[in-house]
């Protein structure tokens, strides 16, 4: 079973930028999903991007597309989120998914706050 830990988070004004970190137990990347998602405070769970097969292809969701980027380093086991030109509207707590592609695993990390404020 993956085990993910997210960090990152924090406090950023309007118009600023926060990278998110998500670090895997080793495995192979292309045998997952990998996918960040975000839950606001009385709002549910919601799917901000993903990244996925060989190639490493990314899907955005409408609301972060233009400012948020998705990409991985093999390497280093890690997942990240670049968010740019961060609105109110973004504050959540992020979480980090890894989905099996030839399996059954499904993991979350715990997540990471981050708050968009003036």
Not at 10 to 26: F, I, N
Not at 52 to 65: E, I, L, M, R
Not at 105 to 115: I, K, P, R
Request: glycine share 12%; with cysteine.
């Amino acid at each position: 079973q993956v085990q993910l830990v997210e960090s990152g988070g924090g406090l950023v004004q309007p118009g600023g930028s926060l990278r998110l970190s998500c670090a895997a137990s080793e495995f192979t990347f292309s045998s997952y999903v990998m996918s960040w998602h975000r839950q606001a405070p009385g709002k549910e769970r919601g799917l901000v991007a993903t990244l996925a097969g060989p190639g490493g292809s990314t899907k955005y969701a409408d609301a972060v597309k233009g400012r948020f980027t998705i990409s991985r380093d093999i390497a280093k086991n890690t997942v990240y989120l670049q968010m740019n030109n961060l609105k109110p509207e973004d504050t959540a707590v992020y979480y980090c998914n890894a989905r099996g592609i030839w399996t059954s695993a499904d993991s979350w990390g715990q997540g990471t706050q981050v708050t968009v404020s003036s």
